[in-house]
């Protein structure tokens, strides 16, 4: 008989921006058929944009191992939870040799193969204006003409209503 082959899914955003000199967090998640093992470990490697040999970036083994040399030695820590198949990095202090591609591999015997996660990492001078930018401003002005429509509701309102009370008391005098 043929049993399935159970196999870790690993799930990153495909593409990151980010400012130079700031901080960032690598987010990496994943989902497996088996229980989290004792034995699950995370691989974390970076390829540079020349395509270079990949280079490791971060470990995981039961707790997190930083590097003891290379580029990201002292700038990159576990922002992980193992419990919530949460297996994020933060790297500190990006530069612009950082661009590239990350990748984040997990094994969780006895799931061992299945996808791994790749994140293409660019630095920028600075933000560019995206679609959440936008969408930002546009949310933002929506909510404040609709203030200003509720000011001047409430405005007019008052104004009828105090020019109601000068007829009554108009229309009393003359009675």
Not at 121 to 144: P, T, Y
Request: net charge neutral; glycine share 4%.
């Amino acid at each position: 008989a043929l049993w399935p082959v159970a196999a870790v899914e690993v799930h990153t955003s495909k593409e990151v921006d980010a400012v130079n000199g700031t901080n960032l967090r690598l987010k990496c998640t994943f989902s497996s058929s088996s229980p989290i093992s004792q034995h699950l470990s995370v691989t974390w490697n970076f390829q540079p944009e020349d395509q270079s040999s990949h280079e490791p970036v971060f470990y995981y083994l039961r707790e997190p191992y930083k590097l003891p040399a290379g580029r990201f030695k002292e700038r990159v820590t576990w922002d992980g939870n193992i419990e919530r198949n949460d297996v994020s990095i933060m790297i500190w202090n990006l530069q612009p040799t950082d661009n590239g591609t990350f990748t984040c591999q997990v094994k969780n015997p006895p799931d061992v193969g299945g996808t791994i996660g790749e994140v293409r990492l660019r630095v920028v001078q600075k933000v560019h204006f995206s679609e959440i930018h936008f969408l930002a401003v546009a949310i933002g002005s929506a909510c404040v003409l609709m203030i200003i429509v509720v000011i001047v509701v409430i405005i007019c309102r008052h104004h009828r209503k105090k020019a109601e009370e000068k007829r009554i008391e108009a229309a009393d005098t003359e009675l």
